[in-house]
């Protein structure tokens, strides 16, 4: 008895114990960054990264030390996650409500940070913000996306363009492709298994589903609710037309017979690298691309266009974005702003943006020589067309969109092997979202 | 009564010392082992998604019952069982087989034996990127030499093709996991003493009686130690499978382990991954104790 009693003693000493220095370990902090602020004049605003890299946060150090060198009353102190797991990483922060100020928040964890009240609404900050008029049509409605507030402040964006090997199309005697219907037939008249050639750089992996939905939104086209993506006009799934079908019908044809076949698991370095190395003649990715496409391959062997139209004569912009936003329980607003107006403004985006390989957000860069030749040229052609590339965003406000991607890839992968029939596919994703729907709604 | 108060002072101040010496290390070990497993367990019967952390609420078995409701989750139990045991059995015989060769001492086998137990110094993750780029179906150098050796006419989709990814990632996983093997049989194996052998010689036990009846009785107690913390290890490594192939191509690759990863990772949904976790963890519990009770007997031979 007596020792059933210690025991118990014992271990509600070892609980209590443990929970007051885990909420020690947090009060304490916060006491003392609160009387560092106060006491000694400078600020030290807490800033987190989610897309890292080393490279990039070498320029983001670079732009925060000349912000500090114009602000002297405040220090920034960046932290940079690994990649994998960084956005996990920020939401266990923020939900903790451990110290920060100014946050990356992209486009597919915006909503979600709204929802739990984590960002505050930079209504009141970019009203009295002079650069705010020059941001681009796609940087404001990426801004504004969520509840058409703006939540964060956008540092470049992400829009898929359509890389080709120049070399292989001319000794063919090819243009580069207009249409998906073109890429299947150029990328078939291309392929040569015995070469170990083939015409597309097909993305089975994780992030293809951006290319299942690419395709079906460009074969929809006039059909698609604008504020909406996955759904139509009249209500139903973008998955329930006969059009997307067809899209799905021919993206399998790509896989089955201009892709290698070891492409139902590529994802974003492997489909780079065989592109890169000559095994595929086309490849549909972001602009970050374009570095390595030029570190890595002779000047004349590639080149860009337009992403592929649908038979609707469309496609959609495809763009992605992310951005800067500061946290709710901020204590320095003020400065947190100051810090996300300095690394928002037309000189600082254009030498992120350059250096990070985005488009920038503000129209003023059209005119930078860098943007307007080569490789970028056809995403300001494809952004100056806005009728034949129709805005088209993420449906990251529903809470099952997460899930759907990989949804979206598993099902792609049993379709392109055979394994599931396109109806069957399609009626599975057409009950997905009729399913998001309904419960949002609740 | 004032005797016993007196006889008791020294040892309660010495079970105080003793309390405060643990204190750091259950401190630690409550802190950062038992708070995240019985939270972990708390999460399964909860809605508790990243997306909206303003609605957590009690739901009963209702994570349990959506993802039993996955054919994914299904697949990922029975590929569960073929990555544990497949594995293992390679992992173990080729690991002993490696452990009797290296016992006779031979010039260089300080040397051999570091490039043998070298895979089980490398992080799980590493191993992965490397098989995934050697198997690679259009640029691997396995399909390379295997072409030029002229044993395949076509290249072979290793892990993008489901009648081989699942035997591609257990392959990478034998590979890493014989080293294991190799060094703790190798340890038991050092301390059989000679005198056995030679007694057994004197009776006319050949190789195999010896091996048999002597080598294997006596170590039976690493070898059950072994295999258990092999089989629960095993069972809880996603590391090789999410480098590999991240559960694909449609799912034909993923474990538990990895399935439940993914549900955080996509789905922001700890409520399911929670409830995942807690499935493996009663599947675990009834191997150790069934693993435990059947090889009961064979604790270590009597000699």
Redesign the interface.
């Known amino acids: 008895m007596v020792r059933t009693k210690r025991m118990a003693l ?1 271990v509600l000493t ?2 209590m ?2 929970s007051m ?2 909420s020690g370990c947090g009060s304490s902090s916060k006491d003392s960054n609160d009387s560092a602020s106060k006491g000694g004049g400078t600020v030290t605003l807490k800033m987190i990264e989610s897309l890292t890299s080393p490279e990039r946060t070498e320029v983001l150090k670079k732009m925060l030390g000349e912000f500090e060198q114009q602000n002297p009353g405040i220090k920034v102190e960046l932290i940079s996650p690994p990649l994998q ?1 960084a956005d ?1 990483k920020i ?1 266990t922060m923020l ?1 903790a409500k451990e110290d920060l100020d100014v946050l990356e928040v992209r486009d597919i964890t915006a ?2 940070f709204v ?3 984590f960002i505050e609404d930079l209504k009141a900050y970019t009203s009295k913000w002079e650069n705010y008029k020059t941001l681009n049509d796609s940087a404001k409605m990426s801004a504004n996306y969520i509840d058409n507030t703006p939540y964060y402040i956008p540092y470049g964006l992400y829009q898929k363009i359509l890389f080709y090997r120049k070399d292989f199309f001319d000794a063919k005697g090819l243009t580069p492709p207009a249409t998906w219907q073109e890429v299947y037939e150029k990328g078939k008249a291309l392929t040569d ?1 015995a070469q ?1 050639r083939y015409g597309y750089a097909y993305r ?3 992030g293809g589903d951006n290319f299942t939905l690419m395709i079906t939104q460009a074969f929809n086209a006039d059909q698609i609710n604008p504020d909406d993506s996955m759904f139509l006009k009249d209500g139903k799934t973008i998955f329930s037309t006969p059009e997307s079908k067809q899209a799905m019908d021919l993206f399998t044809k790509i896989y089955q017979e201009a892709s ?8 974003f370095s ?1 489909t780079v ?2 592109f890169v ?1 000559g ?1 595929t003649a086309m490849l549909i990715n972001d602009p970050d691309v374009i570095a390595v496409t030029k570190e890595k391959m002779k000047e004349g062997t590639w080149a860009t266009a337009p992403i592929p139209l649908g038979p609707t004569g469309k496609a959609p912009r495809f763009v992605g974005a992310a951005g800067w936003g500061m946290t709710s329980y901020s204590k320095h607003k003020e400065e947190a702003w100051k810090l996300i107006e300095f690394l928002s403004n037309p000189d600082q985006n254009l030498v992120f943006a350059k250096a990070v390989g985005l488009i920038p957000i503000h129209t003023t860069a059209a005119e930078d020589e860098f943007f307007k030749k080569g490789a970028y040229q056809p995403f300001i052609d494809m952004n100056s067309k806005s009728d034949q590339y129709f805005m088209m965003r993420d449906a990251t406000d529903y ?2 969109y ?2 759907s ?2 949804i979206a ?3 792609n ?2 379709l392109i ?1 055979n ?1 599931r029939s396109v109806d069957d596919v399609l009626k599975n994703w057409d009950k997905y979202w009729t399913d998001q729907k309904a419960n949002q709604k609740k | 009564m004032k005797n016993t108060v007196k006889a008791r002072k020294p040892v309660s101040s010495q079970s105080k010392f003793i309390f405060f010496c643990l204190l750091p290390a259950i401190l630690m070990v409550g802190m950062f082992t038992f708070y995240p497993f019985f939270r972990g367990i708390g999460m399964a019967f909860q809605n508790y998604t990243l997306f909206d952390l303003t609605d957590i609420h009690f739901i009963g078995l209702d994570n349990f019952k959506t993802i039993f409701e996955q054919p994914q989750f299904l697949q990922a139990l029975s590929n569960s069982f073929y990555w544990v045991f497949v594995s293992l059995i390679f992992q173990f015989v080729i690991g002993f087989i490696l452990a009797l060769l290296l016992k006779k001492p031979f010039k260089g086998r300080g040397v051999y034996q570091g490039f043998i137990f070298y895979s089980w110094a490398m992080s799980g993750f590493l191993i992965g990127i490397i098989w995934r780029w050697m198997l690679n179906g259009q640029i691997g150098v396995i399909n390379d030499l295997l072409l030029k050796v002229g044993l395949i006419e076509e290249r072979i989709g290793f892990l993008s093709d489901p009648k081989w990814s699942l035997a591609s990632v257990i392959v990478a996983n034998v590979w890493y996991g014989i080293a294991f093997f190799a060094i703790m049989l190798l340890a038991a194996l050092q301390s059989i003493p000679d005198d056995l052998y030679e007694s057994a010689g004197i009776d006319g036990a050949n190789w195999f009686h010896k091996l048999f009846y002597v080598t294997i009785p006596y170590i039976m107690p690493t070898i059950i130690a072994s295999t258990l913390l092999r089989v629960i290890w095993i069972f809880n490594f996603p590391d090789i499978i999410y480098a590999m192939t991240n559960g694909g191509p449609a799912g034909s690759t993923h474990i538990l382990a990895t399935y439940m990863m993914d549900k955080i990772m996509f789905g922001g949904d700890y409520g399911q991954a929670g409830a995942a976790g807690v499935i493996m963890i009663i599947l675990l519990a009834m191997y150790t104790i069934f693993y435990l009770t059947a090889t009961k007997s064979g604790k270590g031979a009597d000699f």
């Open positions: 014992f070892c609980v114990l443990t220095v885990m797991n996990t939401a939900a909503k979600q929802t739990n009240k298994p170990n089975g992996g994780a290698p076949k070891d492409s139902t698991n590529w994802a492997e690298e065989s190395s095994v809470k099952g997460g899930e991607k990989k890839v598993e099902d992968q049993a092997l394994q």
